[in-house]
């Protein structure tokens, strides 16, 4: 058992310093390491977490590497903090994940594995921190916050990780792990629409129906068996939606959500009708919590970086995708965001003046050199 109170949990791999794993690592760490390999055929009794507020993804890809696990002999348990969403509910030993907002000090995993997440707190679950960690995540704002760390922010989901992981391991892909599997794929890849998107994920989705994967079922459990409660928020939601420019932002407030019966996850996708919008580039919703705190989804299209506004605020993501929560009240967090995001969106424009000036500078050189 490891000392909570090394600094492992504050970057011990790299120096103090918070890792940005995509722009400081030169080589792309595609599959995993021997010492990942090493760990989870050694080790016996697992504990498989993911992020607060699941999506599918996060629990496409803990289901599926709880099946790799299993068949690999070992003990495994899943945990989330929070429930799984109701379209997600139909996956394969999906009634199997336990819910939890702690574990105790005895419980028998030796290792915990987290699956996207930033760091311990992402998951929510406390008491984690004594075990043998091992961070498998694909985010932009992933850091080395494990034992044994694997990010690969190229991978369109952490389920290609996950499938690389179970051949890696010589673990045959049952029809149960490639249905998982490729609903993580296409949720996290927007329906293979979102940047990142390559023929690497049309392989990966192949493969995976090939294994036994159901598109049209699949599909039709995730994007057609929504909740009526779901469409009246969206109602709400849209009602609200205001554009600036290349900004568009839309919300909800805690009355819209009691008054629609929405839950949280009837949030989920809200936001891309913002960003749906032709010349918009940057895209928020907000949704005002119980506490009078807000959530934050953002979506670029284009060059703004919405991990790093997101990071600004103690949030994360991807380039395209990210969230964050302010505190309240509603309007105050909306001033901030697009404050951010137009202060974002300007700097992008002064760097491409920038860049059109300099090579202008050099086109003009390179004539003079030519002429004189
Ligand atoms: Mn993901």
């Not at 504050?10 to 918070?18: A, C, D, L, V, Y």
């Not at 590497?65 to 899943?78: F, N």
């Not at 019966?261 to 010349?279: H, K, L, P, Q, T």
Request: glycine share 6%; with cysteine.
């Amino acid at each position: 058992m490891t000392d909570p109170m090394t600094p492992r949990h504050t970057e011990r791999n790299t120096g103090g310093i918070p890792e940005r794993c995509s722009e400081q690592r030169s080589e792309r760490q595609d599959q995993p390491g021997p010492i990942l390999l090493e760990a989870l055929q050694q080790r016996e009794r697992f504990l498989l977490t993911a992020h607060a507020r699941p999506d599918g993804d996060a629990v496409g890809s803990l289901l599926a590497l709880w099946m790799v696990l299993q068949t690999m002999g070992k003990h495994a348990e899943m945990l989330l903090f929070d429930r799984v969403p109701m379209i997600y509910r139909t996956l394969p030993c999906a009634e199997q994940i336990r819910h939890a907002a702690s574990i105790p000090a005895q419980h028998s995993a030796d290792t915990v594995i987290l699956l996207e997440c930033d760091g311990l707190e992402r998951s929510r679950v406390k008491g984690l921190h004594e075990k043998f960690l091992i961070n498998i995540d694909h985010h932009t704002s992933g850091r080395r916050f494990a034992d044994v760390n694997w990010i690969d922010t190229e991978a369109s989901a952490v389920a290609e990780m996950v499938y690389r992981l179970a051949v890696a391991a010589n673990v045959a892909i049952t029809p149960a792990m490639a249905t998982c599997l490729y609903t993580a794929l296409l949720s996290d890849t927007g329906s293979f629409c979102y940047e990142g998107t390559s023929a690497r994920t049309f392989a990966l989705a192949r493969d995976l129906v090939e294994l036994g994967a159901a598109p049209a079922r699949i599909a039709q459990d995730v994007y057609f068996s929504n909740p009526a409660s779901k469409m009246r928020l969206l109602g709400a939601a849209l009602s609200t939606l205001q554009r600036e420019g290349r900004i568009a932002w839309l919300w909800v407030t805690h009355s819209d959500m009691i008054r629609t019966g929405a839950v949280e996850e009837d949030c989920e996708g809200i936001v891309n009708y913002a960003i749906g919008i032709s010349g918009v580039e940057a895209a928020v919703f907000l949704r005002e919590l119980p506490d009078h705190r807000v959530r934050l989804s953002l979506r670029s299209k284009g060059k703004v970086h919405v991990a790093e506004v997101a990071e600004q605020f103690g949030g994360g993501g991807h380039e395209n995708a990210s969230g964050c929560t302010l505190s309240g009240p509603l309007y105050s967090a909306m001033d901030k965001i697009l404050e951010e995001l137009r202060r974002h969106l300007h700097s992008r424009e002064v760097s491409d003046v920038a860049q059109v000036t300099s090579t202008v500078k050099q086109e003009v050189r390179y004539s003079l050199e030519k002429t004189s």
